[in-house]
């Protein structure tokens, strides 16, 4: 099982801008490779198998095509994996939503990003959330969070989400997404948290918040989520597929806000709610 995330040893204690150490980069693509040979390698082991059976050379061609072939289309193929369909929203221009246009184009020049494409999610329920890298990255937010936040917060929100696609969350999890249908167990809530990262939601709340130099603004906004109604039967946080990416939105804890949910789960609305107001 992967470790949770925690800050390097020389920033225990302090705050470090929007800094991403090329380990975690490392880490993200060691776990997107991970999450495609936990795909892969059943279904082409059997392969070979049988081919080895009718000639070894044809079990030699079989292994280097298929493994190519999921190297490709698993790990390096452009596409979103499949989140689009599952988180939902439209794209925005920045006309129709200048608050959290003008925000994001104002922090993506100090992270060292191109400007992700931006979606709301008609819902009440506050939330955000980002996947993809490059010109596939995508910001989601939820109506309810741009009604229901200051813009100190929604900036705060927004540095998260900026701090997942800068230590490559954003690419993982797509392909994550992508070979989830093929894995044993692989809409396992528990599983893909596993699979995305254990406490990337803390991590990123500990960069996001070093980049505006004000944990409490994205404390405030977790505080924003834990208050909000309950997800009515029509909202998307109450929708099957919600199970499926829960591990991806900023307020993960939108149905269980129990203790019990929260003990050892450093990604916990909680538990990352006390650690910023710490700092």
Known sequence: MEAPVVLPPSAENSLFGFEVDPSELAANRRGAVRAVLQAALPPLVVLVVI???????????????????????????????????????????????????????????????????????????????????????????????????DLVQLEGVIAHELAHLRRGDGQRAVVVYRCAPFTIGGWNSDRLHRSLGLGRELRADQIGAASVRYPIGIADALERCTNAPAPTPDSTFSAKSFSRTRWLWFDPMVHDRSDDAAVGNHDATSLRIAVLEEW
């Open 51 to 149: 081919a080895a059976i009718i000639n070894p050379f044809i079990a030699v061609a079989v292994a280097l095509l298929g493994v190519a072939a999921a190297w490709y289309f698993l790990l390096e193929r452009p596409g979103d994996g499949g989140l689009g369909a599952l988180v939902g929203g439209r794209v925005v221009t920045a006309n129709e939503e200048p608050r959290l246009a003008n925000l994001v184009d104002a922090m993506v020049a100090t992270v060292g990003l191109s400007v992700p494409t931006l979606v709301v999610l008609d819902d009440p329920v506050p939330n955000a959330c980002a996947y993809g890298s490059g010109d596939g990255a995508r910001v989601v937010v939820t109506r309810g969070l741009l009604d229901s936040v």
